[in-house]
T-cell receptor
Framework: EADIYQTPRYLVIGTGKKITLECSQT?????MYWYQQDPGMELHLIHY???????EKGDLSSESTVSRIRTEHFPLTLESARPSHTSQYLC?????????????????FGEGSRLTVL | KNQVEQSPQSLIILEGKNCTLQ??????????LRWYKQDTGRGPVSLTI?????NTKSNGRYTATLDADTKQSSLHITASQLSDSASYIC?????????????FGRGTQLTVWP
């Protein structure tokens, strides 16, 4: 079973608030990702990291920011939330180079954080 | 344009019946194809992975097939159970995790009724 955790699972906040979605994994994975998922739509990559102090923007433009100060921790921050940010945010990780699953790239997902901005 | 298309969008079946979900892709070059199961309110979990040389792979009641020539994959579920109710997502990788990227389908929402 994957050991990747997201908090909070559900968050309802007002417009303009700053929020941080937490993501931690205990598998020692180098690569971590944030995806945004809306009902009936495909997952969209918004941020990824290949290691400590490495972060890149994904395919979907996002006003959020991320940091990777520790291997196991990959938080996502929204400085000023808006209703358009309402969505499901999924964090994922994949194995380090040289691991059995690194070539095939299995993603291990957290349970997700459902954000509602009023 | 690299794409992954899944069909049907949604499916309702009775418990104990079989069903087949389809995934067509245009991703090139092709590295591998995974099927993920996503329960409501949870993160996706990998069911199977298919590489270029593999035609069929089973994981319990789940059997995935791959036709790399026609760029089609299917996921067959045998003797469905209520717990099979979920979204099934097809994900195609173009070069593997190190250098490549992943292309996601929109999923097939399967509902199993008692």
């Amino acid at each position: 079973e994957a050991d990747i955790y997201q908090t909070p699972r559900y968050l309802v906040i007002g417009t303009g608030k700053k929020i941080t979605l937490e993501c931690s994994q205990t598998m020692g994975h180098d690569k971590m990702y944030w995806y945004q998922q809306d009902p009936g739509m495909e997952l969209h990559l918004i941020h990824y990291s290949y290691g400590v102090n490495s972060t890149e923007k994904g395919d979907l433009s996002s006003e959020s920011t991320v940091s990777r100060i520790r291997t196991e921790h990959f938080p996502l921050t929204l400085e000023s939330a808006r209703p358009s940010h309402t969505s499901q945010y999924l964090c994922a990780s994949s194995g380090p180079s040289g691991a059995k699953d690194s070539r095939t790239g299995e993603l291990f997902f957290g349970e997700g954080s459902r954000l509602t901005v009023l | 344009k690299n794409q992954v298309e899944q069909s049907p969008q949604s499916l309702i079946i009775l418990e104990g019946k079989n069903c087949t979900l389809q995934c067509n892709y245009t991703v090139s070059p092709f590295s591998n194809l995974r099927w993920y199961k996503q329960d409501t309110g949870r993160g996706p979990v990998s069911l199977t992975i298919m590489t270029f040389s593999e035609n069929t792979k089973s994981n319990g009641r789940y059997t995935a097939t791959l036709d790399a020539d026609t760029k089609q994959s299917s996921l067959h579920i045998t003797a469905s159970q209520l717990s099979d109710s979920a979204s099934y997502i097809c994900v195609v990788s173009d070069r593997g995790s190190t250098l490549g990227r992943l292309y996601f389908g929109r999923g097939t929402q399967l509902t199993v009724w008692p």
